[in-house]
């Protein structure tokens, strides 16, 4: 089944362990799950209040609108 699942966050989670620090996809675009590959950098000037999907070229659709109630992070 496909889902639409919105991510908020626009870079990379860091995780330090000992003296290594690698950094987790926050973007959900990265080809190398669950590490970041940079992808994140092409969510930079998504246009706000637009819905932005990638396709598997990580091209990216807007939807303005087409998603009215899809549910927000908590502030």
Same mark, same amino acid.
């Given at each position: 089944m496909a889902r639409l699942v919105m991510r908020t966050r626009s870079k990379p989670y860091p995780v330090t362990?000992?003296? *290594? /620090?690698k950094y987790i996809c926050g973007c @959900?675009?990265?080809? /190398?799950? #669950?590490?970041?590959? @940079?992808?994140?950098?092409?969510? %930079?000037d998504? #246009?706000?209040?637009t819905l932005c999907w990638y396709d598997a070229d990580v091209g990216r659709n807007e939807l303005a609108d087409a998603f009215p109630?899809? %549910?927000?992070?908590? *502030?």
């Amino acid at each position: 089944m496909a889902r639409l699942v919105m991510r908020t966050r626009s870079k990379p989670y860091p995780v330090t362990v000992g003296d *290594e /620090t690698k950094y987790i996809c926050g973007c @959900g675009l990265s080809a /190398t799950q #669950p590490f970041c590959d @940079g992808t994140h950098k092409k969510t %930079r000037d998504e #246009p706000e209040g637009t819905l932005c999907w990638y396709d598997a070229d990580v091209g990216r659709n807007e939807l303005a609108d087409a998603f009215p109630n899809i %549910r927000t992070p908590s *502030e």
